[in-house]
């Protein structure tokens, strides 16, 4: 009774800090600039929060962080505009929601399309930010029996773990991690104050942020990799009234219950290290797809096959964003840049972050009530002018984002040593991206790797060099034991998939649909 | 495809071996536990062999279809863009953020796509002061002016 109660009073003082004039004004612009930037297609979250981050220079800290991540869950809304009306998705998440959003746009239902995309986002966003919020306390409470070799284990998992589940080998997933780790130890070193790899050059002191690399692997290196694939986007002719934006019933019959799994299967996926909203949104339509009475519809326009995954991938968003507040470990490319945005700003998530900063931490939660209604009124009554912005032709907006990366990159410090980085990093991001070898890990690597070389110099001082330490901790183990069999994770990940499909198959009678 | 993975792994392999070789003049353990050369050693190990492991999986797996190669005008701008990104960062000190910002955006506009020449110079003039607005009055950062004082 007790954790209610003191529940319900934190997210009383949440929505306190998230309905001032300012983070609502804020949270407002995230959520906009997030569905605008997921309209546009190839312009993932990632690429959205790691270039905007500049404009937060400034701002409070938790306005700042409440328009981020407004970004970030609006990104996830947008980015189905594209895959409805192009057949190209706007984010990775939401691939899967053109084999049937496509079909039905093309039937002259995107307007159906549209508002169940509106509707199971919201609810998906909406039961996301719900059990981050009774989850988060939880975990963080959990969370403070940590000491240094359990964080150190649990930095570990997470980069083994986004290692082994992205890009199409574990192998260059650990090449990236521990580039990564390696960027972070240029400059002077946080331990012993020695310098590394300075080779005599004061700009090289401070070292290399991950900002700058973060702006140019996701928005440089995407822009580049776009020139490559330029091409005329032949946008489906809609006509959007408002009445033809209402579902019929028989679509809310039929997608009632494929929300309600997606949001729940989006959420313990969104949780996991790694997995993140693509695999949450698979997996939900892979489910929907066992158990819908329409399987002669599917990749024609069965709405289920829209509503669940689109549920999932929202409510994945906010999912993630548990491991990242509560334990400091973010566990995708999105979460990892957010984590920066909150160190950039002097603060430190954890298991004390609700404690230190409880404003901010059950702010940042309230706003995303608050961003996900506001979406849900974008995504229906605003759809028109947001399908008029994804017709920009795309080699108007490179330049602007290529301009917009390095003034972002030079107002970090107001110098041109990021500038270059980050040009470096964009060239090499387009390498990156094109032999698919997943940059989130790289980024992880640069933000958890000084913190990793920290817990493991404590631990080590602790047991007096042995590096036993690591092993005979319970939770330690268990947490590198986890990661090491993540590095497995795509041979792991389809017998999952087997298991599950399976277990689906079985709930789904056929005499269900009678 | 296949040739540019082994490309990739070969130079992980010796990015890894590079760090090791510099890491390597660092001191790699303290009375007190690891060094500084500790975590860049480890890290340029694990790069190394991760790189040849790499290479033994892409040499040991079938070959697929060569897939075909971009056209040549889009694999060209994506050079074309880099090169402009980079002249644009050094004539920032030179000619001023402005200047510069609306010359590349106006270039790579008229380059890339195929828009009227009211629409280009339209579009990367507007960018332009939009982002003198946001960063230089509204988040008061001191851009570049060079010579030309804006």
Redesign the interface.
Known sequence: MDFFSSLFSNLGMGFGVALSPMNLLFCGLGVTLGTLLGALPGIGAVTGVAILL??T??MDPTTAIIMLAGIYYGVMYGATISSILLNTPGDAAVVISAIEGYPMAKAGRAGAAFSMNAIASFIGGTFGAVMLNIGAPVVAMAALKFGPPEYFSLMIMAMLSLAGLAGD?P??G??MG??G??LA?IGV?V??G?L??TYGSIAMMNGIDFLPVAIGVFG?GE???Q????REQNALNVNLKLRELLPTSADWVRSRFAILRGSIIGFVIGVLPGAGATLASFLSYATESKLTCHKDELGKGAIEGLAGPEAANNAAAAGSLVPMMTLGVPGSGTTAVLLGAFMMYGIQPGPLLFQNQPKLAWGVIASMYIGNVMLVVLNTVFIPAFVRVMKV?T??L???I???S??GA??LQ?S?VD??IM?AA??GG??IKK?K?PAATLILGLVL?PLA?VN??RS??ISH?ELSIFFTRPISMILLAVGVLSIFAPSLKSAAMKCWDRAVEKLARPDSCA | MRR??II?AIV?TI??LA?VS?AAQ??YW?P??????F??LW??I??AL??I??LI?VLRSPRSPEEPP?EKG??G??W???AL??L??LG??FIG?SAT?FL??AV??GI??S?RWT?TIG??AV??VV?LL??KWG??????TGVIGI
């Not at chain 1, 020139?227 to 330029?230: A, G, K, S, V």
């Not at chain 2, 007190?32 to 050369?37: A, C, E, F, N, S």
């Not at chain 2, 988040?139 to 570049?144: A, F, G, R, S, T």
């Open positions: 500049p404009l220079f400034g080998a192998a260059k650990i090449i521990a580039l780790v390696f130890t070193d331990v012993h020695a590394r790899f440089v822009v580049l990799v020139f490559e694939t330029l032709p080699t108007l490179l330049p602007i290529l301009v917009l390095v003034v030079y107002s107001n041109m500038v270059w040009i964009g060239i387009y390498f032999y070898y790797g070389e493991f110099v080590l001082s060099g | 540019a993975e990739g992980s990015v890894g760090i510099q660092l001191e303290m007190l536990g690891p060094g500084p050369g975590v860049p890290a340029g694990t790069i991760a790189g492991v790499l999986q971009p889009r694999s701008m994506v074309v863009a880099a990104t980079v644009a960062a920032m000190n953020f910002s590349f955006m790579l506009i890339s796509g828009h629409t579009i990367a960018a332009t982002f946001v960063f988040l008061q950062v001191p851009l570049p």
